[in-house]
């Protein structure tokens, strides 16, 4: 059996082993919108249902592994307290791809540019954010 000690590995190792043992997992599209009302739409693998009573979906915005920044997705729901969770299937793959890029280092603009993709963005009725027209989503506000 093999046995690690985190505390040797580098973060990269750790994730490596960590993704490596759960799987798969399911993928969701986190549509949040900034203060100033920019979309913003990032994949998440870190994700999973926690609760039916109260209902509880959790995905974790972590820390990027290659340069330890966060995400704009949890500077969003820090500031407006909102997310909508979109369950990603398998037509969604490529919409998925190329929401994980950056663009020129911000990720506001993807809505605008996966928007011709046919993903389809209709407005909540409880949160600012859009949801995905594809798939079941959760609109989410916390305290």
């Known amino acids: 059996m093999l046995s690690i000690n985190p505390a040797d590995l580098t973060p990269v190792q750790v994730q490596?082993?960590?993704?490596?043992?759960?799987?798969?997992?399911?993928?969701?599209?986190?549509?949040?919108?900034?203060e100033e009302g920019n979309p913003n739409l990032s994949p998440f693998s870190f994700f999973n249902l926690f609760s039916s009573n109260p209902p509880i979906l959790v995905f974790s915005?972590?820390?990027?592994?290659?340069?330890?920044?966060?995400?704009?997705?949890?500077?969003?729901?820090?500031?407006?307290?909102?997310?909508?969770?979109n369950i990603a299937n398998y037509d969604m793959v490529q919409q998925l791809s190329l929401s994980s890029t950056e663009y020129g280092g911000l990720e506001l603009n993807k809505l605008k540019k996966l928007k011709g993709d046919k993903l389809g963005f209709p407005s909540s009725s409880t949160v600012l954010a859009k949801a995905i027209g594809r798939g079941p989503t959760a609109p989410c506000k916390y305290a």
């Open 61 to 85: 915005p972590a820390r990027r592994v290659r340069n330890n920044t966060v995400k704009h997705t949890l500077l969003n729901c820090e500031t407006t307290k909102e997310v909508v969770v």
């Open 16 to 34: 490596a082993y960590l993704q490596g043992a759960v799987g798969p997992r399911p993928i969701v599209f986190a549509s949040t919108v900034d």
